[in-house]
């Protein structure tokens, strides 16, 4: 068996992105195990640098050993029961997600839909509410695979009014664009480490509230997975460091260091920057003659899904690939075939990416 | 905040084991998509070289993307459906951690016990077999709580003659002692990186064969947990390659690196690497008025259970750490504050390895 081959690539797919060296060498640093008073500390730092990211005061934050995947169960899973009602969002593929979890664990799914592409409207939602009060209502605030950005606050406040639990699915867009645990009464979230924070995926950062604490501990009966059993979790993460199982140490350190850099850059620094390149972008797509899947009032920065003016969308995509070194994603779900998804998280929210993108498209307009 | 504050460590606990200078750079490279031609032919290369590692021709071989518990609740989530019996071995802390699991998932768990520091005789676990009949047979080949190897051809044979599924925990044996997956008649298998493969923590490799696979298909209704669903996680790592979570890829990397470095030494010279290591370090200790927990005859090679002799454990194992560098692990469960558990895993089962512990333990005792 030979050496790992690994080509150099720009990263501009739904996640993962490309990852800083800053970040990649943090993971080359000598192992430590996990309940040595050096590692807790590093355990410590990024507790708190995720209070700040998720701006929240209140929540426990912590990041599970799993990708977004597993942060989006973990959360339902510890605060639905077998016979409890869930209210999820769906206008994409994370959505429907949800709806399986929360079906797998024998809780109640209920559906607010509306079709890809196309947001919630946050007047529908609330109506959905107040009619069903539900136990929780889930919903995704950037569809990572449509490009819509749901709006959040009022719905998450009409959840409060009926005293329903609200579960954010943050994967996309945490440290991408503002996202408020504390001011928009979120009572869980979950991201990803592989998109706006540049880091590898692997892990998914947390935040539970009080209440959501609070619904954890009246439980009747233990949560289904142990592995996600935030109860266990939270004793390691908590004054007590009760051993439940290994944290994975390297992809800390990457988290610990990632951060930093976006906190030193600035969560509002960093969120023009993802609005500046989007708007880039759309201004040379559109010059292009692709079309944007989403109304101009409810794009994601980060994950622009746009529909490319010519049939063989999946051969251009190859060439991007093999010949330019980039990578964009495809559709998903009803989507597939129909729209790219062109991703500028994090590091490669920058103009200068956004023009090599570009320039690989002329070429290869004057090519075939 | 600041960069990551790192000590050296020599890590001689339960794991994570020290990480050679290949692996780590491995997580440096740079960072490619889980749908890239170049990570599939990176997925397909782990797989085949897990295959060897587990000895199996048939089986399906593929690395969780969580820790060893991970990849414990996969085996038993996927395995068994509400109102299953399972049968478990518990003769510590990982048996108990297999009893939640299967209860949590509303199958009835049968314990077959021993004592913590002993074996469960072939005999009493063969009868237990016969007389119960289970649906699936469950044990920890080494238990890494106790230091002790658990025989388990027999036992596997007679689950088989039942009709009973078995699942082996091989988190810490697998790279570092025999595991033979087709000899033994295992159907599920799942290790854990951090231990004899001295990669980071955060993968668990696994091993599926073909009667566990037909099982799954005859679920009767979906797995509880959608993350550990092998039935969804398969298609990824099958020929279709559907997308079902983005794949941990720096982990990945890693795990490549590592595996190729045990199949460059060489199974059989790893396990008497590790074989050596340990009769060294028995040797030694013995010398210095220590005691081994378990009996000669089931002594694991990478973990060793020690009784010290001194009252103040806890207080020198925090010298080990803090003044010569050196993590020793403590007792779990009923042996906290009785024993210490002495890793040599993997890069660390050398015989210089073993001296500079002695060299510190003598030093110790000099001092105090």
């Known amino acids: 068996m030979q050496d790992l081959k690994i080509p150099e690539r720009l990263l501009l797919g739904p996640g993962p ?3 800083p060296e800053l970040v990649r060498q943090a993971m080359a640093r000598p192992m430590i195990g996990h309940l040595d008073p050096a590692f807790l500390s ?9 209070r700040q990211l998720f701006r929240t005061s209140a929540a426990l934050t912590l990041p599970i050993s799993g990708t977004g995947s597993a942060g989006m169960e973990t ?3 510890n605060l639905l029961e077998p016979g409890d009602t869930a209210l999820v969002g769906v206008n994409g593929v994370f959505g429907e997600r949800m709806i399986s979890i929360v079906e797998r664990l024998g809780a109640r799914a209920l559906r607010c839909e509306a079709e890809m592409g196309e947001i919630i409207p ?12 539900p136990d929780l209502v889930a919903l995704v605030h950037a569809e990572t695979s449509t490009g819509v950005a749901q709006p959040v606050r ?5 959840a409060r009014e009926v005293g329903a639990l609200v ?28 998109k706006c924070l540049s880091c590898p995926p692997g892990l998914s950062p947390t935040a539970f509230g009080p209440r959501a604490l609070e619904r954890i501990e009246r439980r009747g009966r233990p949560v289904q997975s142990w592995y996600l059993d935030l109860s266990l979790i939270g ?3 908590g004054k007590e460091r009760v051993y439940h199982h290994t944290a994975p140490v390297s992809m800390l350190y990457a988290l610990h260091t990632g951060l930093r850099l976006v906190l030193e850059e600035g969560l509002e620094a960093r969120f023009e920057r993802h609005r500046r390149a989007h708007a880039l972008l759309v201004e040379r797509v559109e010059e292009l003659g692709f079309r944007m899947l989403v109304n101009r009032d409810h794009r994601l920065p980060m994950l622009n899904a746009v ?7 999946a051969s251009v995509r190859r060439r991007l690939l093999t010949e330019y070194g980039i990578e964009v994603g495809p559709g998903l779900g009803k989507l597939a075939g129909r729209i790219w998804r062109i991703g500028l998280m994090g590091e490669n929210a920058r103009p200068e990416v956004v023009e090599r993108l570009i320039d690989a498209l002329r070429a290869e307009a004057r090519t075939h």
């Open 17 to 19: 992105s490309n990852v």
């Open 42 to 50: 590093i355990l410590d730092e990024i507790q708190e640098m995720l």
């Open 75 to 77: 959360c339902l899973v």
């Open 122 to 133: 946050e007047t529908h939602f609330i109506d959905a509410i107040r009619a069903q009060r």
């Open 154 to 158: 009022e719905i998450a406040h009409a």
């Open 167 to 194: 579960v954010l699915d943050c994967v996309t867009s945490l440290s991408g664009m503002d996202v408020r645990f504390d001011e928009w009464a979120i009572d869980a979230a979950y991201a990803g480490t592989q």
């Open 235 to 237: 004793r390691y993460f």
């Open 307 to 313: 529909i490319p003016p010519f049939d063989d969308e």
